[in-house]
């Protein structure tokens, strides 16, 4: 059957519409008929006219007439999209789960606030307690105490709250000291540790020649001896260590009796202690006197639970169940903490939730939900293979979310003053959601003047602000003449007159638009100011949060498209 490329345009352009709420690129649109339908590429112009219509046709549309449309058209283009996310958003089956359901942790430890890579811990782990119901433990891992400052636990609370994570219980290592002690204590009782005064790096050489360093021969008195002498304090930073007793022929010189308790000379915002657990140990203890039944975990931890293993074997202890996930890099946003933390200090960063960074500080305040993160994070799921993040997923999560019920504004980049030749004064009315009309309307009276983007007005004859009337465009010296001609739609949609954003020039707020490359400067209307802290949709710009306003100046963060 012969294509129609009116039909072809109109459904790729609804598609576009439907899914990313933006109507399409020409150029993408045509090279995707070109591609598919090269016998039209001998009539490229006559195909650019068609679709310049239907993309004007598209942009008039509503979301829902946009939907209506596309469903008559491509009925298809619907099941097939609820069937893929049905499909994906469910996670495999955790073995062993027994008739209470799951205990699972999130385990942070607190350097500095939450970002994307601990969301995913964060929400695969809250996915299984809810699928399987049980205990979600939060639990704060701050046995270092060069790397816990005073502010970090309530950084982390934050975002923890941020998440909508169905914690049960939160637990801090910092008060269980003396259960790790009893534990360390226990262990060098029955064999399976040793104390070790060996210079480090000795025994780095000694361990990788597969030698047995001297501690390792002390007898049981002796090590007890030295321990309780370590914990008194009598032993200064790095000359002191306990040592779980492993194998010092496994081929992988990591598990060669690792360190389980170190002496760190630095105070402790929350205790007075000189021994620190090293977190092999303390997570043993922990997850087995806590009940953990299943740990979904990154791969970086791999060789902690070999590790860990052997703890368990000591005691006789069965391990959890464990899963570990493939790793996730982030661009596009800065994710170290000594970076970030660095940065801030210097005054590159403003704090944490500057927009450079992955905070979930920061992309709070570029206006994701945590319902997005969480969803990108179930579709993501616990896969081993390694992947990259994605950005317009989580974009178009949030989207998903945002769109049905973010309220519509203009706002006018690269604004320019026009006064409008002939234009009777008229209010426009125009929906605050088009998706929800029982929001109701917002209104800009238009006085004879009104801001329009530079851009907009360049190169065309004749335009139509958006809900108001079409003017003709004439250039002139910096500027450009404008003049009413009238105000039916129709008119303008024959004319292939763009359908343009505006502002009254006389009411309306300053805004500032900041994007991690971009700052964009002009005009909104009145309504962005009463929206502080809400995500809108800018149109035909992109969704924005509304951070800040004052003195009639709004400060905006870009979201997406
Ligand atoms: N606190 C560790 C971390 O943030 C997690 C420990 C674990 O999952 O066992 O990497």
């Not at 799951?102 to 811990?121: E, Q, T």
């Not at 800009?444 to 139509?464: H, T």
Request: with cysteine; proline share 5%.
């Amino acid at each position: 059957m012969p294509v129609d490329p009116k039909e072809f345009f109109l459904v790729y352009a609804l598609e576009n519409a439907v899914t990313h709420n933006s109507v399409p690129k020409a150029g993408a649109v045509l090279g995707m008929l070109m591609g598919k339908h090269p016998e039209f590429r001998s009539q490229a112009k006559e195909m650019s006219a068609v679709l310049k219509d239907v993309l004007n046709e598209v942009e008039a549309l509503s979301s829902e007439e946009r939907v209506e449309r596309l469903k008559k058209l491509s009925p298809e283009f619907f099941t097939h999209k609820d069937e893929k996310k049905e499909k994906v958003r469910g996670l495999r089956e955790l073995k062993n789960v027994g008739e209470n359901g799951v205990v699972m942790r999130f385990a942070p430890n607190p350097s500095g606030p939450l970002h994307l890579g601990h969301a995913r811990a964060a929400y695969l782990n809250d996915y299984y307690v809810r699928r399987y119901k049980g205990r979600y433990i939060l639990r704060i891992e701050d046995t270092d105490p060069r790397r816990v400052e005073p502010e970090n636990y309530g950084l982390l609370l934050d975002d923890v709250k941020w998440l909508g994570i169905n914690i049960t219980e939160t637990v801090y290592q910092s008060d269980r000291f003396d259960i790790y002690y009893e534990y360390g204590k226990k262990l060098i009782e029955i064999g399976g540790a040793y104390v070790c005064t060996c210079d480090s790096e000795v025994f780095r050489e000694l361990k990788n020649s597969k030698k047995e360093c001297p501690c390792r021969k002390n007898s049981i008195e002796k090590n007890l001896e030295l321990w309780k002498r370590m914990l008194a304090g009598e032993f200064p930073e790095g000359t002191i260590t306990v040592r779980v007793k492993t194998d010092m022929n496994h081929p992988d010189p990591a598990m060669r009796d690792f360190s389980i308790f170190r002496v760190v000379d630095h105070p402790h915002p929350k205790i007075d202690a000189k021994v620190y657990p090293m977190m092999n140990l303390s997570v043993v203890i922990d997850d087995h006197l806590l009940g953990v039944t299943h740990v979904i975990r990154g791969k970086d931890h791999i060789a902690n639970t070999r590790r860990q293993a052997y703890i368990y074997d000591y005691f006789g202890w069965n391990p959890p169940e464990y899963h570990h996930y493939g790793r996730m890099s982030i661009g596009d946003v800065v994710l170290s903490t000594s970076a970030m933390k660095e940065g801030i200090k210097t005054g590159i960063y403003t704090w944490w939730d500057d927009i450079h960074l992955g905070t979930l500080k920061a992309i709070a305040r570029r206006g994701i939900l945590p319902e997005a993160v969480r969803n990108c994070m179930i579709d993501i799921g616990v896969g081993q293979t390694d992947i990259k993040f994605s950005w317009e997923n989580l974009f178009a999560e949030n989207k998903a979310l945002v769109d049905p019920v973010s309220n519509r504004y203009f706002f006018v980049p690269s604004p320019v003053r026009c006064d409008i030749a002939g234009a009777p004064k008229v209010t426009a009315k125009a929906l605050l959601n088009p998706n929800d009309e029982s929001k109701g309307y917002r209104s800009l009276d238009f006085e004879g003047s009104l801001y329009a983007c530079r851009d907009d007005l360049k190169d065309v004859s004749m335009v139509r602000f958006k809900d108001l009337f079409n003017a003709t465009v004439k250039p002139e010296g910096d500027g450009f003449t404008l003049k009413y001609c009238g105000k039916s739609l129709e008119d303008a949609r024959n004319k292939h007159a763009p359908i343009i954003q505006w502002v009254p020039a006389g009411k309306n707020a300053r805004c500032t638009l900041l994007s991690p490359d971009s700052k964009m400067e002009g005009f909104c209307e009145e309504g962005v100011m009463s929206e502080v802290n809400n995500v809108v949709q800018f149109e035909r710009i992109g969704f924005a949060r509304i951070d800040s306003e004052k003195g009639g100046s709004v400060t905006a963060y870009f979201a997406h498209h």
